[in-house]
């Protein structure tokens, strides 16, 4: 296929016959992962976010440049569409400026996790699909969905020759890899519910799992299983139970239960051995108010292992019990096989927006280690190392000043594990906001009519914590005061080269020694980097793949 | 209910000077000491148009509308979300029109330098989000990011915080500085100023905030460059001199020797350890300076 990517039109044909069986359908060899590849959001099925590859080391980083850069275009000229108007917007005809290829100003910004495979990378913004020559950086076709905006998706999923990407008004659409052409489409809920979907769909075996985002409140939220093929229900988990399930107990009733979020649009991790999909969810609604829901409200801001076959829960652990401060825990659960007390354990770790990181057991969902990595006041450690939320740290009339913001410690940014330092890395951001709370709260809906004066500390800071303990081994702070904070954050990549690559606030890509923090290499991109760096090998050459704004940059070692 | 309307009034009208003041261009060089953001809130009229009356109906369409089309960026509250929206509470384009125009015109291209991509609607969703947004802001006719606060704290323990503890008046007086700062700020800024006085309640970074903070640079040849901080990285900073000259001086590792001095360090000393209690006091102390 090698020799395929610079003559990539001519190829095609071949490429998709080639293609087809060599996708991301095998879990085995997305666990596996060699690293030649980049087949599904985060890379493998682990969410560690590290890759095998080696060529570019601690000691050579600095010798990073410029392959090429790929701009996003919000013009429809030329593109594929599909999709109909329906929902408030009416598509526009084409993106402002657009037409003749000429340059397009104001493409969409790439939060995308761009896959790559066989010398093409596949990226999305919402309602735009992008295929790119992983080579060249040119565009070799472009989708566009017609229909409601939105502003983030978080990439595509890739089965065999079939692409997956959900659009903002809650459709799945299933792409022809090497055309760009639509299969079909399923809406999986309708424009009028209180959701809109940003999640890159996850490829297990055949299943492809997709979950639904929106936190406005009114509506349910759920993870959907669909056939590849047909894009017909397998199962659909709801985040929130229905009346005499498990965990309605932690509801006053059913029907308040069944309107509060929980979105769990963080595409998931899998354990093939273990079979199970670890899923996170998003914050309960009113997100301010916890006054109309009384109870840990599960299984809002909480991870549960499904059987990917059934949706069936094997079991749940909750991070932050009746969140009343938009700390929802969709962050990555990295799942990590080390050892414990001498023992091999199969654990998963998750740096939650609370301010607290998680290790637990993801066999059985038992917690081993809750420790704060950020600045944090509005918990107490229980004895079962579950979090205990201090009721007079929520929001109050005259304020009550809360460590971390709403915004949380981390967000949905791509944390790293390594398995060569034992370190797992995160952006975290100290943080804190006066959080108001009306004495009667009028409106019970979304917010509540609560809301947040935020303020310092505004610290952000990369650490690297022993994945075992969560303590600090070491961390860099950037200078900068004020233009970072954690949903923003670049998400991090560390290699078998021992090398790390994240982002400043100014807009660097970075290269440090995953081991020390050492800066080894860095590139001004000219925006604040918008994604998480990605890795793969092409022509026997590693690059390395970062989003800055509207534009994609690859690098390697020339 | 006449009265809210008229302090709602005021409040588009103080969102709207604001905003507008925010769209010229940024002052060059910084202005050395000012927090930044700090004249965002000073605003002061008090005067502003009757608003149309609201809705229910209209609002709650609007509601909706925003959930799906807007709130992932602008925030579930509007005032502008954790991917570093807009406060849209405070925008001129939201409060300014009446018929709700203006609105619809703006949506129909978006604002591409920032990223705002266009959502065309019909004129009947336009005035239904039009409505939502301004209940938004009339809720808020307390000002402070539409917070309502409430003065729940006692004065008197505030004072003495102030004076002892606290140790607020090192650097200041209820006399100096602090004159008036009562009606100066409505309570939420009010407080929020007190626990860190920089930015204007939004997401750090929003408004444009720049740093502020002082900054010395001695080269290897033994130069001094001493001014204010507009950027900095690790790999490099850039600062106004006292003469009003930009500089932008590379870093590498330790060299040169950089001092960055935060002239709010005693608040970042204090916040962490500031209770809900003493917060409450002080803020109920500066209420009483008018």
């Known amino acids: 296929m090698k020799m395929c990517s610079g003559l990539m039109l001519l190829c095609l044909p071949a490429l998709s016959l080639t293609l087809r069986g060599q996708g991301a359908r095998d879990p085995a060899q997305v666990q596996a992962s060699t690293g030649e590849a980049w087949p599904t959001y985060h890379g493998d099925y682990s969410g560690r976010h590290y890759s095998p590859l080696k060529q570019v080391t601690v000691a050579n980083a600095k010798g990073l440049s410029l392959a090429w850069i790929y701009k996003t275009t919000s013009s429809a000229v030329g593109a594929i569409t599909g999709g109909q108007s329906q929902g408030p917007t009416p598509p526009p005809a084409a993106g402002r400026g657009g037409g003749g290829g000429g340059a397009t100003p104001g493409g969409p910004v790439i939060k995308s996790i761009p896959l790559m495979v066989n010398g093409v990378l596949y990226l999305s913004a919402p309602n735009h699909v992008y295929a790119v020559d992983a080579l060249t950086g040119e565009q070799i076709w472009h989708y566009v969905w017609q229909g409601r905006n939105a502003i983030g998706n978080r990439g595509v999923g890739l089965y065999g020759n079939w692409l997956y990407v959900a659009t903002p008004e809650n459709s799945i659409v299933s792409l022809d890899a090497a055309t760009g052409k639509e299969r079909w489409n399923r809406q999986l809920v309708g424009p009028t519910a209180v959701n809109f979907s940003t999640s890159a769909p996850v490829i297990v075996r055949n299943h492809v799992l997709v979950g639904i985002g929106g936190d406005g409140g009114g509506s349910q939220s759920f993870l959907e299983s669909l056939d590849p093929e047909s894009g017909e229900s397998q199962w659909k988990w709801l985040t929130t139970p229905a009346k005499g399930q498990p965990g309605s107990e932690t509801w006053p009733n059913a029907e308040v239960a069944q309107k509060s979020a929980g979105a769990p649009w963080q595409p998931p991790t899998y354990d093939p051995q273990l079979n199970l999909l670890y899923v996170t969810t998003g914050q309960p609604t009113p997100t301010y108010n916890g006054k109309s829901r009384e109870g840990a409200n599960l299984y809002t801001c909480s991870v ?108 949905y940014p791509a944390p790293s594990f390594s398995p060569d330092t034992g370190l797992f890395y995160v952006n975290a951001t100290d943080a804190a906001s006066v959080f108001y709370l009306p004495a009667d709260p009028t409106d019970p809906t979304g917010f509540g009519r609560g809301s947040e004066w935020h303020t310092g500390l505004f610290t952000s800071r990369l650490v690297a914590l022993d994945y075992r303990t969560g303590q600090v081994k070491w961390e860099h702070k950037y200078p900068q005061v004020a233009g970072f904070w954690s949903s923003t954050h670049p998400g991090v990549l560390t290699t078998a080269g021992g090398v790390l690559f994240s982002g400043d606030p100014s807009g660097d890509f970075v290269a440090y020694d995953a081991a020390t923090g050492k800066t080894l290499w860095h590139a001004r991109l000219g925006a604040s980097l918008t994604n998480t760096p990605s890795t793969w090998m092409l022509n026997g050459k590693q690059y390395v793949v970062i989003a800055a704004g509207e534009s994609l940059f690859g690098f390697y070692l020339q | ?110 604002r591409p330098e920032k990223k705002m991509p266009p959502f065309p609607m019909p004129d009947a969703q336009t005035a239904d989000l039009a409505a939502f947004l301004r209940s938004l802001a009339a809720a808020g006719r307390g000002g402070g990011r539409g917070i309502t606060a409430a003065v729940v704290g006692d004065a008197t323990a505030g004072e003495l915080f102030f004076n002892g503890a606290g140790r607020c008046a090192t650097c200041h007086s209820v006399t100096g500085d602090l004159k008036g700062v009562g009606a100066k700020y409505p309570v939420a800024t009010l407080q929020g100023r007190i626990v860190l006085p920089r930015g204007t309640g939004g997401y750090p970074g929003q408004g444009g905030a720049r740093d502020g903070r002082s900054v010395k640079v001695t080269l290897p040849d033994g130069q001094i460059h001493a001014g204010t901080l507009v950027s900095i990285s690790d790999f490099s900073l850039t600062m106004v001199d006292a003469a009003g000259l930009r500089r932008s001086i590379e870093r590498n590792g330790s060299q040169p020797r950089v001092e960055v001095t935060d002239p709010l360090q005693a608040h970042l000393d204090m916040m962490t350890k500031l209770t809900d209690k003493d917060m409450h006091d002080v803020t109920a102390y500066l209420v009483t300076l008018k």
């Not at chain 1, 969902?365 to 809750?370: A, I, K, Y």
């Not at chain 2, 588009?12 to 809130?41: C, N």
């Open chain 2, 1 to 110: 209910m006449p009265r809210s309307r008229v302090l709602a009034a005021a409040w588009f009208a103080l969102a709207m000077m604001t905003s507008v003041r925010s769209q010229q261009p940024a002052p060059q060089p910084v202005l050395p000491g000012g927090p930044p953001g700090a004249g965002v809130q000073a605003g002061g009229g008090r005067t502003g148009r009757d608003q149309a009356a609201v809705d229910p109906a209209a609002v709650d369409r609007g509601r909706l509308l925003f959930a799906q089309a807007c709130s992932f960026c602008h925030g579930g509250d509007a005032r502008g979300g954790a991917e570093g929206g807009t406060d849209l509470t405070r925008s001129p384009i939201v409060t300014g029109d009446g018929s709700a125009t203006q609105l619809g015109e703006f949506l129909k291209v978006g």
């Open chain 1, 304 to 411: 549960v292992a499904l059987d990917p076959d059934t949706g069936k829960m094997a079991w749940y652990y909750q991070f932050s019990p009746h969140d009343t401060h938009d700390w929802d825990a969709t962050q990555v659960p990295v799942l990590i096989d080390g050892t414990v007390g001498g023992q091999p354990r199969k654990l998963l770790a998750l740096a939650n927006r609370n301010g607290y990181y998680f290790l637990l057991d993801r066999t059985t969902g038992q917690s081993l280690t809750v420790r704060p990595f950020a600045a944090s006041n509005s918990y107490d450690v229980g004895e079962n190392r579950q979090l205990i939320p201090n009721p007079a740290k929520e929001g109050s009339p005259g304020g009550t000043l809360v460590f971390p913001d709403s915004d949380g410690a981390a967000n």
